[in-house]
């Protein structure tokens, strides 16, 4: 299984809603990262997660809270959006170090914020 | 810090000609480096790799690269291109610890029939 599933597919909320994005995989990998990713644009990194533990924040702004609960989960909380926020949001998952640092990316959940 | 640049925006071909993608990485330590394509609404599926060994790396749908450390290149190729091939590829580069994945700006290739 080389799968990193992610859900919702597409999300629409309003600028005073909370909401969550899930991401998932099973190839025991020890590093999840989100990404953000506008039309036309390169993904941007967010957040990366080693060993469960927040290691990268990019200084992304706190209406976006990562959590991840165990090695195989990784949330995204939304909360307060912007219209900016709108984007693709992209999470991947990888080995943390080692010889096979290739990652594996999720379909992508395409957030609108209204 | 790594960084990663792609210096063409767009590259439009003919179908079954030849193609040549590229891109210039910087870095002061030793990387990882990688190619991606993202088709339309979907999300990035991995080409090719570069971690160490052979310069010459051949990837998935007749795709391969070239590590070129003294011109810190990873030029993408293809000797002859699909219609299906019309996507966004990105290239992207990492430390040996993952602890980021930096991404270029992409180009987008278009084939022509």
């Known amino acids: 299984d080389t799968e990193v599933t992610q859900t919702p597919k597409h999300l629409v909320m309003g600028m005073t809603n909370k909401k969550s994005l899930k991401c998932e995989q099973h190839?025991?990998?020890?590093?999840m990262y989100w990404y953000k990713q506008k039309a036309k644009k390169p993904p941007e990194l967010m957040f990366v997660y080693s060993y469960e533990k927040l290691s990268i924040n990019e200084s992304v702004p706190s209406r976006f809270s990562p959590e991840c609960p165990n090695s195989s989960l990784l949330n995204l909380h939304l909360h307060a959006l912007q219209p900016e926020d709108s984007a693709l949001y992209l999470c991947?998952?990888?080995?943390?170090?080692?010889?096979?640092?290739?990652?594996?990316f999720g379909q992508g959940t395409r957030l609108t914020v209204v | 810090a790594q960084s990663v640049t792609q210096l063409d925006s767009q590259v439009p071909v003919f179908e079954e000609a030849p193609v040549e993608l590229r891109c210039n990485y910087s870095s002061s330590v030793s990387v990882y480096l990688f190619w991606y394509v993202q088709y339309p609404n979907q999300g990035l599926q991995l080409l090719l790799k570069y971690l160490s060994g052979s310069t010459l790396v051949k990837g998935i749908n007749g795709f391969e690269a070239e590590f070129n450390k003294s011109q810190t290149s990873f030029h993408l190729r293809k000797p002859s291109v699909h219609i299906s091939d019309t996507a966004e590829y990105f290239c992207?580069?990492?430390?040996?610890?993952?602890?980021?994945?930096?991404f270029g700006s992409g180009t987008r290739l278009s084939i022509r029939p």
């Open positions: 991947a998952s990888s080995q943390a170090g080692g010889s096979n640092t290739e990652a594996f």
């Open positions: 992207a580069v990492s430390d040996p610890w993952a602890s980021k994945i930096i």
């Open positions: 190839m025991g990998h020890r590093a």
